[in-house]
């Protein structure tokens, strides 16, 4: 079983941007699909990213052009390098793990979750 753990996010303005990091511990990190998901506050949490065991990346229409993902298996880290953040932007982001081969949008394909972190954009 894999935990999850955030870091990276914090306040920045708008045009400005932020990097998050994911570090994995307790499992496999190669064999696991990654993925990030954000929720604002009265929104259903949404996807953002994801890739798989051999780097293939989607990404939402949202975040297309602006956020990009990546990962490191030697140190076990996924992240998101976020640039030209809106204010639409702010959320609670989630980095999530699923043992299945394809990158899913839906966040109930995902079983591993870490803590989330906030995001906030100010215009």
């Known amino acids: 079983q894999v935990q999850l753990v955030e870091s990276g996010g914090g306040s920045v303005q708008a045009g400005g941007s932020l990097r998050l990091s994911c570090a994995a511990s307790g499992g496999t990190f190669s064999s696991y699909v990654m993925g990030w998901f954000r929720q604002a506050p009265g929104k259903e949490r949404e996807f953002v990213a994801g890739i798989g065991r051999s780097g293939g990346t989607i990404r939402s229409d949202s975040v297309k052009g602006r956020f990009t993902i990546s990962r490191d298996n030697a140190k076990n880290t996924v992240y998101l390098q976020m640039n030209s953040l809106k204010p639409e932007d702010t959320a609670v982001y989630y980095c999530?793990?699923?043992?299945?081969?394809?990158?899913?949008?839906?966040?109930?394909?995902?079983?591993?979750w870490g803590q989330g972190i906030q995001v906030t954009v100010s215009s």
């Open positions: 999530a793990a699923k043992e299945t081969l394809l990158v899913r949008t839906t966040s109930n394909e995902y079983a591993y």
